[in-house]
């Protein structure tokens, strides 16, 4: 079964615009008038690497989604391209059974 590739192309934005938010989370003014918690209560040196990651991450999904493989050829078998010889017909092999005779 293969993935969709406007699947996988819409989980790449939403991780995209993830890794924006948090580039925008550390770039951004804070107001320090209320209590932080949940993902605000991390540092801005943080939230810049996590979003690096994830711009990254999104960007390696894309790449994959148009046919870049970052692992090459370490898996599965090596092929080769057939030859002019080996390569198969384009027409339909006739049988070369003789045909079935009826009992008497």
Do not use: C
Not at 10 to 26: D, E, N, T
Not at 47 to 70: C, E, S
Not at 73 to 100: C, N
């Amino acid at each position: 079964m293969r993935i969709p590739v406007w699947l996988t192309l819409a989980i790449a934005v939403l991780v995209l615009g993830f890794g924006s938010y948090r580039l925008w989370l550390a770039f951004g003014k804070r107001a320090d008038d209320k209590p932080r918690k949940g993902l605000y209560a991390l540092g801005k040196r943080t939230h810049l690497l996590i979003g690096i990651i994830y711009l990254l991450l999104g960007g390696a999904l894309v790449a994959t989604t148009f046919g870049w493989n970052p692992f090459g050829a370490l898996f599965g078998p090596d092929t080769i391209e057939p030859t002019k010889d080996t390569a198969p017909s384009r027409t339909i092999p006739i049988d070369q059974l003789t045909a079935p005779t009826k009992p008497k």
